[in-house]
């Protein structure tokens, strides 16, 4: 389905943008092992528990998420990414971005490479500049 692991990140990524839970969850892989964690809240194991947190968050509207700081280790059959995730919150002050820390943790199988883990939680309000600004992996 997915020939990298980057391209499941980012297909995770457009389904919550686009509000598509099929999309969503045709990135988790079939596994009753899966695992996602969203902020604050309790660990979910189990296709259906992940999926039925997703169809609660995705109810009232898509959502507006942007990865950033991608930061892959990847081996052949597994790769992990650890991002911010940049979202765009009503609050009462107006719109304003939440940063969240994510881990997603893909493995490799037949069917091409697949979310098993989704851990998020809220990152500082105070991120740095270096938090927030893409750079390249290799320094010369």
């Known amino acids: 389905m997915y020939a990298t692991s980057e391209e499941a990140g980012q297909a995770f990524y457009d389904a919550l943008e686009q509000g598509d839970l099929a999309q969503l969850m045709a990135v988790w892989a079939d596994d009753e092992d899966i695992v996602c964690i969203h902020p604050g ?4 194991i189990g ?10 968050i995705l109810a009232s509207s898509p959502v507006p998420i942007r990865p950033t700081r991608v930061h892959a280790v990847q081996s052949m059959m597994s790769s992990v990414h650890t991002v911010v995730e940049q979202l765009m919150v009503d609050t009462s002050q107006g719109k304003q971005i939440v940063n969240c ?7 490799k199988g037949p069917t091409g490479w697949r979310l098993v ?4 939680s809220q990152a500082p309000a105070d991120l740095g500049p270096t938090e927030l600004q893409d750079v390249p992996d290799l320094l010369h």
């Open 41 to 44: 809240g309790p660990r979910l």
């Open 117 to 120: 883990l989704h851990h998020s």
């Open 101 to 107: 820390y994510a881990t997603n943790v893909f493995h």
């Open 47 to 56: 296709h259906d528990a992940v999926m039925e947190s997703w169809r609660e």
